[in-house]
């Protein structure tokens, strides 16, 4: 082999490796472009596992992109107003919110399915139904009309029915109740008599303290027990059968969401359905503990009486047969998620139910 002519080759592909590397370089900078976005959250940092999965998010993404897309994070008034999240997100004031969808309902009642509806889904049934039941593309749809692209980013399981300063044990004893409520949830109970307020989580113990209102539900045990609600009102009711199982979700402006890298994209959905399923775990981790201990300092746990949860299952049924009829956007959902719940209720009936009834009862006997 000519030696000089080897070298000159030899030569030559160092240049060309060398200028293919300088062209790749602005590419990868394309598919990996530093992006930095805010995050508003309806929930004050005190509320550490609700407020605690935008952390998660913005940690989870970081690591994923190697520092290149980030979020920032802002509690409830740092930035935006706790109950104002999904305005900023649809204007493009902040690019994301960590917030309830049903928060929004005075805007339309659709927004309170991508949350919860009173006698909905369980907090396994609704994971089911976003991710398996075509329920996250449903509400997408819905979400489109609003500038916001939303996924599902935390769920609680079921909550609890509320703090009262008075005992309810009759249907009367809701009449004229000022309650903290939140989503359709204030509908429906308003036809027994109560007068619901919408309030942000972090404004309820002054409100209560107050006397503003006489009753409020937030979340369940561990929340309300680091909110110190049970200082202000200790009769303390269960089931919340308005929220068998909310979406905690994040929102983003859709016209930001979509221009995103697709990688980017697909690191942002991974991340919220890793905060999705760390909240559930650390709500059913914590609630047990944090209810033992808000009796030991004197909250009274009583349930709701069949009288008043079938008399708000049958005005439930009305609110929902009104909105159908005024809201085609609101039936075409809701009547997917019903026909959804009867096909997994005719199954978690046969196993789940069945296995956890048996279990608990060696839990109340003492064997366990």
């Known amino acids: ?14 240049v060309g490796a060398v200028a293919a590397s300088a062209l790749a370089a602005p590419a990868i900078a394309q598919e990996n472009p530093k992006i930095a976005w805010r995050m508003t959250s309806s929930f004050p940092k005190s509320l550490d596992t609700i407020y605690g999965a935008a952390d998660d998010i913005a940690k989870h993404l970081a690591a994923s992109t190697d520092g290149n897309f980030t979020i920032q994070p802002f509690a ?13 997100v649809s204007a493009g004031t902040v690019e994301a919110a960590h917030t309830c969808s049903y928060y929004f309902v005075g805007k339309d009642p659709t927004y309170a399915i991508g949350t919860a509806i009173p006698f909905g889904l369980n907090g396994r049934l609704t994971n089911a139904w976003f991710y398996e039941g075509n329920g996250n ?41 000022k309650m903290r409520i939140a989503g359709l949830a204030g509908q429906v109970i308003s036809k027994l008599g109560v007068i619901p307020q919408q309030i942000a989580g972090g404004d309820i113990y002054p409100a209560l303290e107050k006397g503003t209102i006489d009753a409020s539900e937030f979340v369940g045990p561990y929340d309300d027990l680091k909110l110190g609600l049970h200082k202000v009102a200790k009769y303390y009711y269960y089931p919340g059968w308005w929220e068998g199982g909310p979406t905690v979700h994040a929102f983003f402006n859709l016209e930001k969401f979509n221009a995103l890298p697709k990688s980017y994209q697909a690191v942002l959905k991974t991340a919220c359905a890793s905060a999705n399923t760390s909240m559930l775990a650390n709500y059913d981790a914590h609630n047990a503990i944090a209810l033992r201990k808000l009796v030991a300092e004197g909250a009274v746990l009583k349930p709701f009486s069949k009288e008043i949860m079938e008399t708000c299952f049958k005005a439930a049924q009305g609110v929902y047969a009104d909105l159908s009829e005024k809201s085609p956007a609101f039936k075409k959902i809701y009547d997917h998620q019903q026909a959804f719940k009867k096909d997994s209720y005719l199954w978690a009936q046969v196993a789940e139910y069945s296995y956890d009834t048996f279990m608990m009862m060696q839990q109340r006997n003492g064997a366990l």
């Open 76 to 88: 409830a008034g740092e930035i935006i107003p706790g109950l104002q999240a999904a305005d900023a």
């Open 137 to 177: 593309t449903l509400m997408n749809e819905f979400y489109a009309t609003q500038g916001i692209y939303g996924l599902p980013a935390g769920n609680t399981g079921a909550q609890m029915g509320g703090w009262f300063r008075k005992e309810i044990n009759t249907l009367d004893d809701l009449k004229g109740v």
């Open 1 to 14: 082999m000519d030696r000089r002519s080897f070298f000159k080759k030899a030569g030559t592909a160092g």
